[in-house]
């Protein structure tokens, strides 16, 4: 071939081959997942089975951007594919407005929520009115979301609160058991948290308001990091969850809410109420089942999967799933 | 939603509404504090200024002085050229992300992770604007006695002032963007209410992106007329623009920039 | 309610015993981890070959289409250069944001800005290339009673080739550069599994470190595909 002929089939190889990507873009974003044909028996054993009439419901299930949330979001995904149910997933979605509003657009269909979380950043419900016990959380943040057309399914045994938490050296150093002896101490010392942190009143603006606190800067980072930038030394203060396996690792020391700032942190799923209608009732048998397992030491060790060991939250929440007999050992 | 759909034009313009009235208007974010409005998004335009001057001044006092030298002496061509293909090929956000996880968040370490990302553009041109020098003026330099010092000052640096600000120029443009995302590690600029709506809200983000890219644009402007002032007027190409300079690779060749 | 959780003992068989030194749980450089997990990065790596290919292709085809209208018509040159060049300069983290609203999370709203990324790039390469054919060529191709169209594409467009090819290098390793961007318009690529382990030192350096080799080893593809196209520039 002549080079001119060469070059005239290179580009018109280019732009075809322009063409069928770009295709290919616009038609690639839509990808179920689950659900998909299973040939094999189902183990007797595994307490969740497949419901062929749920195959007609898509669930698009969606989670906030730290670990914690993106296993759940798994398990959850994971779960109801199991029970048949056509499953697409956004996880990883930002904070916990950005998912809530995931969810009200209809981008999502649910998504695991914190009881605590949606007390105060939803609801706004001042400090003192704050309910102590889980279920009386639960009853509220139920009820409230009830009337906005969202449905609050039974929470998990586990609740994983925002903690104050200090390295032992510092708490050591500075004489610190409770959040209220940061006061006078504060002003010196360098705080970290999540971008949010800023405007929840479980985090930097409750640190003010209910304790008083000011402190000599606050440095917003990745949620993911709350961990590396106590034991690199960046801050002196980091919020971390109650769930997270780097405290006992790290041997950091979380400080008492002795003014009683944190509610209680139960994980409740949220769905739009109307596609929990059309779910069906082993929407909410499937989410029981789900949650009856998930204590704290369980969460513990499931976060650890992923911060510690590396592993992915898919394949965390896949062992889960079949650890605890709720799918067959094939997954599917 | 099919990603390929049509979107109504009144919402879309409404979106971008909300992102012009949060850069005009200050607002209660989420959680009480103030967001938006003029004062507050001048405060975040001026963070994000900081960052990429502070990392295009220490880029500058690296890359220049070794670009302008290899140039002189007619050394590491490979060098120079590799530089530039190594530099363009690394993503900037996993440049930052290797600072952070070796060096932990800050506004030392973005800045430094910021001049590593600034320094291939700058260091090329330097060393390319110095080899295209006209050699005849240099050795006019030299016949009346200068030396080495003195002619990359006073000859060949004026003589590549144009590729040398073209390569700022690609630089700077490269440092706003990548200090977009600075954010991820601690560092709040511009990109805080893009990367981290929360507090800012979903107009927050939106002015926030129209705001970065005001100032982008407004940055590159800025240097292009430098550089077209400092630009004499018979090296500047038929189309009026000076030129940019951005390198084509061929070791084994004579190095050629593109225009 | 704050107390913490103690770390979970072993047995029952889920929980796992962890030592307390680990290559992996501090966030160390662990070359034995990426062996294993190499099939984590497969399919990112595919998505950002996708993503960076059919950018740069549609870029190359909107980019040389500008460039032979401009070359023709000069007055084309500089309202397409200020177009693309603002379209160049626009951070592409905003140019994604600004997005969302119309296109959605997904692959199609990242290939539009990293397609606008390339026009820049392109479309001064192939029109410095076309600008740079000698006028000797041109009137030899006239003189032989070549049409118009016949000129570009069996005299101009050769002839352009080395100057059309490093534009295409430059604007391919800079689109997988940006392509690690993507993951916050939801389209994938490295970006993502860069992020999900930012902190891990071993993760940062692999995905990174494979974003630098596709950038080389696509640059090194297309610097071949020159040289066997333009077999007349070896001779030198």
Request: a neutral charge; proline letters at 6%; glycine letters at 10%.
């Amino acid at each position: 071939m002549t080079p001119t002929r060469t070059i005239r089939a290179a580009l018109a190889a280019v732009a075809a081959l322009a063409l069928a990507l770009g295709l290919l873009a616009c038609g690639d974003d839509d990808e179920p997942s689950g659900g998909g044909t299973d040939t094999t028996q189902e183990e007797p054993t595994a307490a969740i089975t497949r419901n062929p009439d749920n195959a007609s419901t898509t669930l698009t299930i969606g989670s906030k951007n730290f670990t914690e949330q993106q296993v759940l979001g798994e398990i959850y995904a994971q779960a109801f594919a199991a029970a048949g149910y056509t499953v697409r997933k956004e996880l990883n979605l930002g904070d916990e407005q950005t998912a809530l509003k995931a969810l009200k657009d209809g981008e999502i269909s649910g998504y695991p929520e914190y009881t605590g979380t949606a007390l105060l950043s939803f609801f706004e419900v001042p400090t003192k009115d704050l309910p102590k016990d889980p279920q009386q959380a639960f009853e509220q943040v139920r009820q409230r979301f009830e009337a906005d057309g969202i449905t609050a399914f039974p929470p998990t045994p586990f609740t994983s609160s925002n903690e104050v938490a200090v390295t032992s050296e510092t708490a050591e150093r500075l004489g610190l058991r409770k959040i209220s002896d940061l006061e006078g101490k504060s002003q010196d010392l360098v705080l970290y948290g999540s971008p949010e942190c800023r405007g929840r009143d479980d985090c930097l603006r409750g640190l003010q308001n209910v304790y008083g606190l000011r402190f000599k800067r606050f440095v917003p980072v990745d949620i993911a990091q709350r961990h590396e930038v106590l034991t690199n030394g960046d801050a002196d203060v980091s919020i971390v969850f109650t769930t997270d396996p780097q405290i006992a690792r790290n041997r950091e020391v979380l400080l008492e809410d002795d003014k009683g700032m944190f509610p209680p942190y139960n994980s409740t799923f949220l769905m739009d109420a109307e596609t929990a209608e059309k779910a069906g009732p082993d929407l909410e048998r499937t989410i029981e089942l789900v949650n009856k397992n998930l204590n704290a030491r369980v969460m513990q060790e499931l976060n650890a999967r992923v911060d510690l060991d590396k592993e992915t939250p898919q394949d965390a929440a896949a062992d889960y799933l079949q650890q605890f007999d709720l799918v067959a050992p094939d997954g599917s | 939603m099919d990603a390929c759909g049509m979107t109504v034009l009144g919402s879309v313009l409404s979106t971008f509404g909300d992102g012009l009235d949060f850069i005009v208007r200050e607002r209660t974010g989420r959680g009480g504090g103030q967001v938006g409005g003029p004062a507050e998004n001048a405060r975040l335009v001026w963070e994000h200024l900081k960052l990429c001057v502070a990392a295009m001044a220490i880029a500058c006092a690296v890359a220049l002085p070794i670009g302008l030298w290899l140039g002189h002496t007619r050394r590491g061509a490979f060098l120079a050229v590799s530089v530039s293909n190594v530099g363009r090929a690394v993503p900037s956000i996993a440049l930052l992300f290797v600072f952070f996880a070796f060096l932990g968040a800050g506004f030392l370490n973005v800045t430094l992770a910021l001049a590593l990302l600034a320094i291939p553009p700058i260091l090329t041109n330097a060393y390319v604007g110095v080899v295209e020098a006209d050699p005849d003026a240099v050795d006019a330099a030299r016949g009346m006695g200068m030396r080495g010092p003195q002619i990359v000052r006073r000859v060949e640096l004026p003589l590549a002032l144009p590729l040398v600000l073209g390569g700022i120029r690609t630089s700077s443009v490269n440092v706003v963007a990548t200090a977009t995302i600075a954010p991820l590690a601690g560092v709040v600029t511009l990109g805080d209410p893009i990367i981290n709506p929360s507090i800012y809200g979903q107009e927050g983000r939106l002015g926030a992106a129209i705001l970065v890219a005001l100032l982008a644009v407004a940055a590159e402007a800025a240097l292009a007329g430098v550089q077209c002032a400092v630009t004499p007027r018979a090296l500047r190409r038929a189309t009026g623009r000076p030129r940019r300079g951005r390198l084509i690779a061929s070791p084994r060749r004579r190095v050629t920039t593109t225009p | 309610m704050s107390m913490p959780v103690p770390l979970a003992q072993s047995g029952g068989g889920f929980f796992r015993d962890r030592a307390a030194d680990s290559c992996v749980a501090d966030n160390g450089i662990c070359p034995g981890w990426i062996l294993d997990n190499l099939d984590r990065y497969t399919t990112p790596l595919a998505q950002h070959v996708f993503l960076t290919v059919t950018s740069v292709a549609a870029g190359f085809v909107i980019a040389f289409a500008l460039a032979v209208l401009a070359h023709r018509r000069r007055w084309l040159v500089g309202p397409v250069t200020n177009v693309t060049g603002i379209l160049y300069t626009l951070p592409s983290v905003a140019v994604f944001f600004l997005l969302l609203p119309i296109t959605g999370r997904g692959s199609l709203t990242a290939i539009i800005a990293l397609t606008a990324y390339t026009l820049l790039i392109l479309f001064r390469n192939v029109l410095a290339g076309l600008d740079g054919v000698p006028e000797d060529a041109r009137d030899a191709g006239r003189g032989m009673g070549l049409s118009d169209r016949a000129l570009l594409w069996r005299v101009e467009v050769p002839l352009a080739l080395p100057a059309i090819m490093a534009g295409l290098r430059i604007a391919t390793t800079t689109t997988v550069g940006l392509a690690a961007l993507a993951f916050f318009a939801g389209a994938g690529g490295l970006g993502e599994p860069l992020e999900a382990q930012k902190a891990f030192k071993t993760n940062v350096l692999f995905a990174g470190g494979l974003c630098v080799a596709l950038a080389v080893a696509l640059d090194a593809a297309i610097l071949l595909v020159q040289r066997r196209l333009t077999p007349w520039t070896r001779a030198a």
